[in-house]
């Protein structure tokens, strides 16, 4: 059996950083590590909705050393730490008990394979793209690879993840021309000689990637490069992405009646209730949906021709106006919306550590409820 990895802190935050990219989360929001020591070793993390201080309980006692969350551990700047309120009660217990805190917020709404595919997927919506599209984190990589090392190049940064545009891979353009350098008397130039000018072909090379893996692409192509000074640019992209974004828009497979498919939102979130505003004009086929408040999506459900939105967090003059205009509202409620990423996300560590030989268990948080009742 091959050698396991020891797993650190930064390890795991490395690895949200590559599924759920920091450049996809908010401005405002506060992702990544909240609290603890990025060196410290970690066997067991604990995915979960919340960090309160039931859950730093729950992971001293099944061992885990990392609390891997959805919604951050330090939100709103904090003015003060102490035992006495919420998130300090959280942040003294897991400080004594050497527990870490990594949260990805926004970052996993966005992303593809996050929380709004799942609870897309979980709704039975087909053919789902982003109801708000984000400007990516996409990185354009222009490299200059003399005649002949092309394909050996292409390969190692294609190995990498560059090259990847929506559902085609192994993407690229090059152009020929004349490269022209000198080396000093300390060089031993690929060709040419020492302190003489020397002009090549070579091919430019242009393909892009998500910045998340710049460190790994630019590794690879160094290592697969024949040149002592690797020619190479990188620009940031502001081209939009059609897999990432906030909400997701999908169509049924059978269309439904609004009662009908309230109930089937119900049945498929295991919420008791939900609450209902405004009506479509005929049968729900096309559904907009956004895990956690996503009211400020109204206007892109209602351009993208959404029949029904569902979300939590829908306020009073949210519903009124999805009234008025026509889109059926359905608030299923935050945590009803959300706490399927306890689950998701802990199946999809689990599918990426299998490739990797890391010795870490996932373990889901249970017993989360959600601070509201009904009576
Ligand atoms: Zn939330």
Same mark, same amino acid.
């Given at each position: 059996?091959?050698?396991?990895?020891?797993?650190?802190?930064?390890?795991?935050?490395?690895?949200?950083?590559?599924?759920y990219p920091v450049a996809l989360a908010e401005e405002w929001d506060n992702v990544g590590l909240q609290l603890g020591d990025p060196a410290a070793v970690v066997d067991r993390v604990l995915?979960?909705?919340?960090?309160?201080?039931?859950?730093?309980?729950?992971?001293e006692e099944v061992g885990a050393q990392l609390v891997l969350s959805h919604h951050p551990l330090i939100y709103r700047p904090l003015?003060?730490?102490?035992?006495?309120?919420?998130?300090?009660?959280?942040? &003294? %217990?897991?400080?004594?008990? +050497?527990?870490?805190?990594?949260? =990805?917020? !926004?970052?996993?709404?966005r992303a593809k394979e996050g929380l709004n595919d799942w609870l897309a997927a979980r709704l039975g919506l087909q053919q789902t793209v982003p109801l708000e599209q984000s400007v990516g984190d996409l990185l354009k990589l222009v490299v200059f690879v003399p005649l002949g090392h092309e394909e050996a190049v292409l390969e190692a940064i294609f190995t990498a993840g560059a090259g990847v545009a929506g559902n085609y891979d192994r993407c690229s &353009? %090059?152009?020929?021309?004349? +490269?022209?350098?000198?080396?000093? =008397?300390? !060089?031993?130039p690929f060709i040419g000689h020492p302190e003489e000018v020397t002009e090549t072909e070579e091919l430019r090379i242009e393909t892009i990637f998500p910045a998340a893996l710049a460190t790994k692409v630019v590794a690879k192509l160094q290592k697969a490069h024949p040149y002592e000074e690797v020619a190479f640019d990188l620009y940031p992209l502001a081209n939009q992405r059609s897999d990432v974004g906030l909400g997701r828009i999908g169509v049924l497979e059978k269309p439904l009646?609004?009662?009908?498919?309230?109930?089937?939102?119900?049945?498929?979130?295991g919420v008791e209730h939900l609450r209902l505003a405004g009506q479509c004009a005929g049968l729900v086929k096309k559904v907009a949906v956004c895990?956690?408040?996503?009211?400020?999506?109204?206007?892109?459900?209602?351009?993208?021709?959404?029949?029904?939105?569902?979300?939590?967090?829908?306020?009073?003059?949210?519903?009124q106006r999805a009234r008025a205009e026509g889109l059926a509202l359905i608030d299923a409620g935050h945590f009803g919306t959300e706490i399927l990423m306890v689950q998701q996300l802990s199946a999809k560590l689990k599918r990426t550590l299998a490739d990797q030989q890391w010795s870490l268990e996932i373990i889901e948080m249970s017993g989360e409820e959600d601070p509201f009742s009904w009576i």
């Open positions: 059996m091959a050698k396991q990895k020891q797993v650190r802190v930064q390890d795991i935050s490395g690895l949200i950083n590559q599924l995915v979960c909705l919340d960090v309160e201080e039931k859950t730093i309980a729950y992971a003015k003060k730490i102490v035992p006495g309120d919420g998130a300090g009660k959280a942040i &003294f %217990r897991a400080l004594r008990q +050497g527990i870490a805190v990594v949260s =990805a917020h !926004t970052n996993l709404d &353009f %090059r152009t020929r021309g004349t +490269g022209s350098f000198r080396g000093n =008397a300390a !060089t031993s009646d609004l009662p009908a498919f309230a109930n089937q939102v119900k049945q498929a979130l895990g956690g408040s996503g009211a400020s999506l109204i206007s892109n459900a209602l351009r993208t021709g959404a029949d029904c939105l569902v979300t939590g967090d829908i306020k009073y003059h949210d519903a």
